[in-house]
């Protein structure tokens, strides 16, 4: 199903949660021409390429300011220095900004069901609760939770707009994604190196937090011209689509009928995402054991590994940032490849299981705690530690997509965009996990 479809590589982020459209890029040709000319070709030469830009500085937005919180330990490290949790406030980063993320996303698609998906948020309240954080970074280490309900707003309202029009638009907020976790490790390393250590924590934070307030202004005001687009505006109204559940009747008047069809259909709902989840249960549990591995370790534990070389930690743990972001983009795009595709639940159950290898691994690198104690390390080798992060990385990407994929091929066309709410759901919930599971591994 592969052969007709170019990809649009992009750079994958660790945290990112994946979309639950992520999957109609990888439709059959006859399906993705259902969802590619709901506008004919005339109108779709109207578009100007700002649109796709702005959307792709939505994917930015969505994920740099997490990055800049799990890469910025250095800053955060002093601001926490001498305090309980001088050794420990990664574990509580994360596990505030997962648990917030669940509990908002939650809340919001239960409003969102009750109202029979009415709910319209527009992104510019939580662009702008994330523009005030980034605008007084000295006390963003207590606003986690803050951004990641923002966070969840930006993510529902946006992925529910895009679902609505071209893949194109899509791609391009997973593309911002993936640039935003990459870019952030990226910079992380060249200041490391650039900088000596007294200037490094100081000048690196602030570009962090910069980075990200300018990000976030650029998508604010993207999202006003956006709405001023005739092109935009043309798009929403041909590509709107229905979602309710078409119910039939004989009998009864017509306000009776109306009645009976809202209360049957939100029913229906409720049987359908019951059905759905039992039927992806295979699904559910790969896509949550993957991230309870992969935040139980990374970055909790992973920043405490020192090199057995004596390079610089700040330069180290800033490769092992970039390293891990690289590989993770590597695995996502594996299954394009025919050799690389798994749609066995039970095959993705135990490959998903096998990561758990990783968690002695790790332990045996060179951690800090060993090193102070003079202990030697199992794996006592840069080299091998790089590697253990890359497929740690690789398998993270490549599971992931692998679930989003085959998920939805195991149910009607009908059911798939509730496979993909249903799945994201739960990736949200394997990230809380994980976040809560990294005071375990400590």
Not at 48 to 55: H, R
Not at 237 to 258: C, K, L, W, Y
Request: proline share 4%; aromatic share 14%.
């Amino acid at each position: 199903m592969f052969k007709k479809w170019k990809p649009s590589f992009s750079f994958s982020v660790a945290y990112s949660p994946v979309n639950e459209t992520q999957h109609e890029s990888l439709l059959e040709p006859e399906e993705q021409n259902d969802i590619d000319f709901r506008l004919n070709n005339q109108q779709q030469k109207q578009f100007p390429l700002l649109i796709y830009w702005i959307y792709f500085a939505y994917g930015i937005a969505m994920l740099l300011p997490w990055n800049v919180f799990i890469t910025a330990s250095g800053y955060f490290s002093t601001r926490f220095a001498g305090s309980i949790y001088q050794d420990n406030f990664q574990n509580y980063f994360s596990a505030y900004f997962n648990c917030s993320n669940l509990i908002s996303l939650a809340v919001l698609l239960f409003i969102r069901q009750k109202k029979n998906n009415a709910l319209k948020i527009d992104i510019v309240i939580p662009l702008s609760i994330n523009l005030a954080i980034f605008s007084f970074f000295s006390v963003s280490s207590l606003a986690t939770p803050n951004e990641s309900t923002a966070v969840s707003i930006i993510q529902l309202t946006v992925l529910a707009e895009t679902s609505q029009l071209l893949p194109k638009y899509m791609q391009a907020v997973m593309s911002g994604q993936g640039i935003a976790g990459v870019s952030v490790a990226l910079f992380s390393l060249l200041t490391t190196l650039l900088f000596k250590n007294q200037q490094l924590d100081v000048i690196a934070t602030f570009y962090y937090f910069i980075s990200a307030l300018l990000v976030t202004l650029i998508a604010l005001i993207g999202r006003f011209a956006l709405h001023r687009q005739p092109a935009y505006q043309l798009m929403v109204r041909h590509s709107t689509v229905d979602t309710s559940i078409p119910m039939t009747f004989t009998a009864g008047n017509a306000e009776e009928q109306s009645t009976t069809t809202l209360s049957r259909t939100s029913t229906s709902k409720n049987a359908m995402y019951d059905i759905i989840t039992k039927k992806s249960s295979g699904y559910i549990f790969t896509i949550v054991y993957i991230y309870i591995i992969t935040l139980a370790l990374f970055p909790s534990l992973t920043v405490f590994v020192r090199s057995v070389n004596g390079i610089n930690s700040a330069t180290f743990i800033s490769l092992h940032f970039l390293l891990f972001n690289i590989g993770d983009w590597i695995g996502r795009t594996l299954p394009i490849f025919t050799c690389c595709q798994v749609y066995s639940s039970k095959a993705l159950i135990y490959i998903s299981i096998a990561r758990t290898l990783f968690v002695p691994l790790l332990f045996n690198c060179n951690l800090e705690q060993q090193q102070q104690q003079q202990q030697q390390p199992l794996l006592n080798s840069d080299m091998l530690y790089f590697i253990v992060i890359l497929v740690f990385a690789i398998s993270n990407g490549w599971l992931t997509s692998l679930v989003f994929i085959a998920a939805p091929s195991h149910v009607s066309h009908d059911e798939k965009p509730l496979v993909g709410s249903v799945i994201s759901f739960f990736l949200v919930v394997g990230l809380a996990l994980g976040g809560l599971s990294s005071f375990i591994f400590k």
